[in-house]
């Protein structure tokens, strides 16, 4: 790998990671008084930031390829085709758990606004609430190790 894509890959790694911070900071947050009317402004990093994170996932696949393709034979086949693998599939696994406990936190945390108000609870992407349910730091990581994941079994399906 050249030094030139490794920075450039750095740099889309420190965009995202911007990114997430940038979601969490616009997503509103109850304090148990009042609701704010003000718009959604974490709405408008959601899109750049899924962008980011396709272009981040797009290019670990590419790395990962290369990397998987340059690897030589007697050094590290074998811990590639175990260890790899395992951490990648380990860390898709610990995504999803984190994802799924910070929705449950969510809702629990929501539920007592809608109590009080009488509204519903609402997932959409319009809500002002809940931006950072859609883009954040355990979606990031699941898509990275996805796309190592897939780089792998791509390599590791080829006839050679």
């Not at 889309?12 to 003000?38: A, E, K, P, W």
């Not at 990093?45 to 981040?56: C, G, N």
């Not at 034979?73 to 599939?89: C, G, N, T």
Request: glycine share 4%.
């Amino acid at each position: 790998m050249s030094v030139k894509s490794v920075k450039w890959y750095a740099v889309l790694v420190l965009l995202c990671v911007l990114l997430v911070y940038l979601v969490d900071l616009t997503t509103f947050r109850y304090n148990g008084r009042t609701i704010s009317g003000n718009g959604n402004p974490g709405l408008l990093f959601l899109f750049p930031a899924w962008t980011a994170a396709l272009m981040l996932m797009i290019a670990t696949f590419i790395m990962a390829v290369k990397y998987f393709d340059d690897l030589s034979d007697h050094i590290v086949k074998k811990a590639y085709r175990f260890w790899l693998p395992l951490f990648s599939l380990l860390a898709l696994l610990l995504s999803v758990y984190f994802q799924y406990r910070k929705i449950m936190q969510w809702v629990d945390t929501y539920r007592q606004m809608t109590e009080r108000l009488g509204s519903p609870l609402f997932l959409g992407v319009l809500n002002p609430y809940n931006n950072s349910l859609y883009y954040n730091a355990h979606i990031l990581l699941f898509c990275v190790s996805a796309a190592m994941l897939c780089g792998w079994w791509v390599v590791s399906r080829r006839p050679y």
